[in-house]
């Protein structure tokens, strides 16, 4: 049923429909996502918040919302996977669990509800991971990167490293081969999808400039545009 669901919402937003309805929040609230662009062309998954306290990347989802693209590029925009904290300015979801810490992949029970690294109770308890854990393997991201902050860097060590330089040079942020932290999405995303590219980009504390949000927008179409 689930997956029926989910393909008549990609066939939806492929029609013009927008947004598109993933999932709710532990609140209740919709997780959207946005279609752009050729959807014959590999897809580029593009997710702005994951934790409610770390909205920097809400502006450059706004501005590949809009922007012209370059032919055969294919995006999925999801603004927040975390709509409950995003409102509430909170790093964790409703139900105090980092959300970026409750994938199945190396999973370790952490801390406990409203700790900063709290895993939850298992993995995959929370209904916005599980929301977009669907959403994944039914889009298939052949790239995918996920905004933090506050670290002001661009980190992965999976095999795709020379990708993840190429962003970091394009935008001007350091590259760290760094390893992701059990239970982080992209370690899932890794095993579960191992040809793609799924990495993070951490900006610094605060508010980003416009300046800088069309930078990083530039670099996911240059990296989009380089799938094809």
Known sequence: MLRLALAGLVAAA?????????????????????ERGDPSAPTTLVIGVIHGSEPAGLAVIRRLRTMPLPAGVHLWLVPTVNPDGLAAGTRQ???????????????????????????????????????????????????????HQPLDVVYGSDPHVAVLKR???LTGLPYRRLVAPPGAATRWERKRLPHGVHFVVEFPAGRISTETARRHADAVLALAKGLG
């Open 93 to 147: 979801n409703a139900h105090g669990v980092d959300l970026n810490r409750n994938w199945p992949v190396d999973w370790k029970h952490n801390g406990v509800p409203w700790d900063g690294y709290y895993s939850g109770p298992r993995p995959m308890s929370e209904p916005e991971n599980r929301a977009m854990r669907a959403f994944i393997l039914r889009v298939k991201p052949a790239l995918t990167i996920w905004y």
């Open 167 to 169: 962003y970091a040079r």
């Open 14 to 34: 492929a029609a013009g429909a927008q947004p598109v309805v993933v999932g709710h929040s532990v609140k209740g609230r919709a997780i959207v996502a946005y």
